[in-house]
């Protein structure tokens, strides 16, 4: 059990800093539309500094800044999950149902955090990247592997929680 005390730890830490970016990210962001010029602010978006914002731009910022802030909800409901775990609440209904929102939260940011960037290439840059690296854990397959992974999760959970029940009752 020592371990999963030092896990929700991390995650406590890591929300709280994952927090304090998107909020600076936010300021940042609007700080870029309003002023118009992102130079200062070494403002990327798909690899690429922003040297100036257009009304075109606005809501790819803003599609980027929502995947972020799905990304965020999803590590609030792991520390939710962890929270259950150390309670040794593990086949509920509430363990299946956060773990198919993890999933849902990491698939909504998966989409929401890259989309945008490819289209900004395809708009703004008049060009299409596409390529087949490494999977690493910045990348969008990555992330949605991990998307896949907690719905799947989800799935064992539900038919764990069913055995437990038949268990039960067969007792």
Request: with cysteine.
């Amino acid at each position: 059990m020592k371990k999963i005390y030092q896990l929700k730890t991390l995650l406590d830490v890591v929300l709280w800093i994952t927090i304090i970016i998107l909020i600076l990210s936010i300021f940042m962001a609007v700080f870029a539309i309003i002023s118009g010029n992102p130079d200062e602010m070494n403002f990327k978006m798909n690899g690429e500094i922003v040297t100036t914002v257009t009304q075109q731009m606005i809501p790819l910022m803003v599609l980027t800044l929502l995947g972020y802030a799905s990304f965020v909800g999803a590590l609030y409901q792991l520390k939710q999950l962890v929270s259950l775990f150390v309670k040794r609440r593990f086949f509920t209904d509430k363990s299946i149902l956060i773990l198919k929102q993890i999933g849902s939260l990491l698939f909504c940011s998966c989409i929401l955090i890259y989309v945008p960037g490819y289209l900004f290439d395809v708009f703004f840059n008049e060009s299409v990247k596409i390529s087949f690296g490494t999977v690493s854990p910045e990348s969008f397959f990555f992330l949605l592997i991990i998307a896949l992974f907690f719905f799947t999760l989800s799935h064992i959970f539900d038919e764990a929680r069913k055995l437990q029940e038949e268990t039960e009752l067969t007792v």
